[in-house]
């Protein structure tokens, strides 16, 4: 290969490399973007549920209820001491839990927590906890919980928020999430919405 030929198989490299860096890198990612923007406005931001100018947090990431007058999601690994962002506040990240189903310390864990869920509910007796109640998700930040995780909750909030248990039920209902196209996954309860409901702010 001569010099013109190796200058020429350089050059052609060269440009298809801009080429493609320009193309995949810049191109491509702003007409993804435009697009979701248009189609999906409240997806492609996060899916953030903002009443009256006010931002309670995203409906896809699961935040931490414990107290009587809320609907409890799922256990959260979450940690706000870690790191911080520009502005020097606090962000909080979740992870999973990364326990063996088989270990102890797991075991302990959720006997632990339903110990915790029993005693908040005394109305339920000895029946079953919901598992999703006591165990966090693949994730660590699951914004639903299951319709029987719900229900196992209705006297409490009944009882919290002087409604009726009818009247809990029914916010239950209107945030639930049906199985996509009616076969795919399970129902479930968006416990943000439900909270905002019982608050009534949504």
């Not at 491509?28 to 996060?46: D, E, K, N, R």
């Not at 110990?115 to 930040?141: I, K, Y």
Request: aromatic share 6%; proline share 6%; net charge negative.
């Amino acid at each position: 290969m001569n010099g013109k030929t190796l200058m020429r198989t350089a050059g052609s490299a060269v440009a298809l490399f801009v080429a493609a860096t320009v193309l995949c890198g810049v191109v491509y990612p702003l007409v993804v973007t435009g697009v979701a923007a248009a189609a999906f406005p409240v997806q492609a931001t996060g899916s953030i549920i903002e009443v009256d100018g006010v931002k309670y947090g995203s409906a896809l990431v699961g935040q931490s209820f414990r107290d009587e007058g809320h609907l409890w999601g799922r256990p959260t690994v979450a940690d706000a001491t870690t790191f911080t962002g520009d502005d020097g506040q606090p962000l909080l990240w979740y992870g999973p839990e990364n326990l063996s189903p088989a270990s102890d310390a797991f075991a302990e864990r959720v006997a632990e927590r339903v110990a915790a869920v029993r005693a908040a509910h005394p109305d339920q007796g000895n029946a079953p906890v919901p598992s999703d109640l006591v165990t966090v998700s693949g994730s660590g930040f699951d914004p639903h919980i299951s319709p029987a995780a719900a229900e196992y909750q209705v006297g409490r909030l009944a009882a919290a928020t002087g409604r009726s248990e009818e009247e809990v039920r029914g916010i239950i209902r209107q945030c639930t999430e049906k199985p996509l196209l009616g076969a795919i996954g399970q129902s479930r309860v968006n416990v943000l919405k439900v909270n905002l409901m019982l608050d009534g702010i949504l």
